[in-house]
């Protein structure tokens, strides 16, 4: 069996599922070498060569691929950090070494003002109203208040506030979730007007989905539709997170959405990639350069935004059930022949567990914490034990967790691990998940315990049905 040195950018449980795909090669053995920005114990496990680089800085990346670059035949990065920074543009000059990423120049999700701009130039129905506030248009700060509110005005307050640059400020505000007067959203709009330009944009009602898509500068690969839940706890209540888990039915497209939908969303992004690819091809945009938030809404599906990177965790529920070799699939996005995937016809359900602090689960439900296992050990024998008997039915990948000298892991700040449930249908995979997270001791972990719920797919169906009664 050919072995294939594969050079792996990896931040969170996205990362673990993506080595995870690539041992389970049937054609080549994987020698993967990771950056990582902690001890995953999942990768420290499985990699070739192990580093740490908490910044993730493109001069660490490039130093690490120079090291063992005659060892390594691609590369593959998950983290938005690295991709917005440059670092395929710096490793590919530097190495020499094919990165999946874009490129800097077609890492669109850098800047939400081009974003807009963009779609509002190929696909004008796709975008909310909005409108850009640009801090070089005002000789002094406060007289970006009169233009604000003359266009609260004509837009009756109901807004999405984003700055331009990602992590800006005090990032996306929506009005009714973040503030609930002017005064308000004039404090959180101003807090990222210093940083930059910062668009205000129709607040959008309907039920959201993740579309993804492989590309490789020839082709887009439109991949099976997610749904992210983002609210930190059950009932979408809560302060929005990176994401508490997510789910994908068997086939395309999600419960609440058709057959249209899904051909609409297909058709959008396509059109998108026709302009950046300019009429040929543009190896520029390989990797997962679309992975767009859709809103569908009374007037058909509109794009919240788009990601230049595979999605965490919607990229969690795919990778374990393709049928191809992901390291073939990699070769082909970089030779500029990939005009398929072939996925299995199962239902995926991730759900994460994460620590206390998380999403203020701690302030608003303290006597839901078991304090004494605060600061403990995270024990993942049961669960991978329950994941070795049932291995077509149940992945385990942890996320923000750090393996320390006394070789034992420990939750860190952000979602600690995730549990992929995999099944015929959606009831099926959550009931899997949910018990690969009740396998998971210690750290005091809680998780959501309703995504992919009948109850909660329920309403969004219900929803779905109202607003297109409207159109």
């Known amino acids: 069996m050919e072995r294939v040195g594969i050079l792996v950018v990896s931040y969170g449980s996205r ?89 800097k120049q077609y890492a669109i999700e850098g800047s939400k003002v081009a974003q807009r701009r963009l779609f509002q130039e190929i696909a004008p129905e796709v975008n909310p109203r909005f409108k850009v506030f640009d801090p070089k248009d005002y000789s002094n700060l406060d007289q970006v208040k009169k233009p604000l509110y003359e266009w609260l005005d004509e837009i009756n307050n109901e807004v999405a506030v984003k700055p331009d640059a990602p992590a800006a400020g005090k990032g996306v505000g929506v009005w009714g979730d973040h503030f609930n007067t002017r005064e308000q959203l004039y404090e959180h709009f101003m807090a990222n007007f210093k940083e930059g330009p910062v668009i205000v ?12 898509a492989f590309c490789d500068g020839n082709h887009l690969v439109p991949l099976p539709e997610t749904r992210d839940h983002k609210r930190a706890f059950d009932g979408d209540a809560g302060p929005n997170t990176g994401g508490m888990g997510s789910y994908k039915d068997k086939g395309n497209y999600l419960p609440f959405m058709t057959q249209e939908d899904w051909e609409k969303e297909v058709d959008i992004v396509q059109r998108i990639f026709n ?33 230049s990177r595979p999605g965490d965790p919607e990229i969690i529920n795919i990778l374990p059930i393709m049928k191809d070799d992901f390291i073939e699939v990699c070769f082909k996005i970089i030779e500029g022949s ?16 994460v620590p206390p602090s998380y999403g203020g689960f701690a302030e608003v439900f ?30 385990i990948y ?18 600690t691990v995730c549990a992929v449930g995999i099944g015929d249908d959606l009831q099926g995979a959550r009931e899997v998940s949910l018990q690969g997270l009740a396998a998971i001791k210690g750290g005091a972990l809680w998780n959501r315990t ?3 719920s009948m109850e909660h797919v329920g309403k969004s169906i219900s929803h779905m049905e109202q607003l297109r009664r409207l159109r």
């Open 15 to 103: 990362a673990a599922a993506m080595v995870d795909a690539f041992r389970r090669s049937q054609e080549y053995e994987a020698e993967l070498y990771i950056v990582d920005k902690q001890r995953n114990p999942f990768n420290v496990k499985h990699a070739e060569k192990h580093v740490v680089v908490p910044s993730l800085s493109t001069e660490e990346i490039v130093k690490f691929a120079r090291k063992h670059r005659d060892k390594i035949v691609f590369g593959i990065v998950g983290p938005e950090k690295p991709i917005i920074a440059g670092v395929r543009d710096v490793v590919e000059k530097e190495t020499g070494i094919p990165l999946i990423c874009p490129t």
């Open 275 to 307: 302009k950046m690819r300019n009429g040929g091809s543009n190896p520029g945009l390989r990797g997962i350069p679309f992975y767009v938030a859709f809103i569908h809404t009374s007037k058909g599906p509109m794009i919240l935004e788009n990601n």
């Open 450 to 452: 309703d995504i992919a």
């Open 366 to 395: 303290p006597d839901r914490v078991n304090k004494n296992e605060i600061g403990t050990p995270i024990l993942l024998d049961e669960a991978e034990m329950l994941m070795s008997k049932h291995s077509e039915k149940l992945r």
């Open 338 to 353: 990939l005009t398929r995937v072939n996925i299995e016809n199962k239902a995926t359900v991730v759900t994460y567990k």
């Open 201 to 212: 944009e129709e607040k959008l009602e309907g039920e959201e989905s993740s579309f993804q």
């Open 398 to 415: 942890p996320g923000s967790m750090e393996l320390r000298e006394d070789g034992k892991a420990y939750a860190l700040g952000s979602r």
